[in-house]
């Protein structure tokens, strides 16, 4: 069993930056880590992964903003934002599984961008 604490995140002005970090009990070697986001209403959506090879892969609306890393002692996985925008306002969420789509999911953690 996998389990994913996140940390990061909270209140940037519009061009900030901020990190999210998501930190696994078990080993994620194998795993695919993504991203997920989601607002009051509407259906999580994708933002990024990365492959156990380290391919990654990104939302068009976070592409050339976004970067996902993974790796290090710490077993962790982290979302860079750069450039934020008040529309990347939302929960995200850390997620872990076998294919692109997560088996395991972190606790969530509000980003909130003024403008």
């Known amino acids: 069993q996998v389990q994913l604490v996140q940390s990061g995140g909270g209140l940037v002005q519009a061009g900030g930056s901020l990190r999210l970090s998501c930190a696994a009990s078990?080993?994620?070697?194998?795993?695919?880590m993504s991203w997920y986001r989601q607002v009051p209403g509407k259906q999580r959506e994708f933002v990024a992964f990365?492959?156990?090879?380290?391919?990654?892969n990104y939302a068009e609306s976070v592409k050339g903003r976004f970067t996902i890393t993974r790796g290090g002692a710490k077993n962790t996985v982290t979302l860079q934002m750069n450039s934020l925008k008040p529309e990347d306002t939302a929960v995200y969420y850390c997620?872990?599984?076998?294919?692109?789509?997560?088996?395991?999911w972190g606790q969530g953690t509000q980003v909130t961008v003024s403008s």
């Open positions: 997620g872990g599984g076998w294919s692109s789509k997560p088996d395991y």
């Open positions: 078990g080993s994620i070697f194998s795993l695919t």
């Open positions: 990365i492959a156990s090879g380290y391919t990654t």
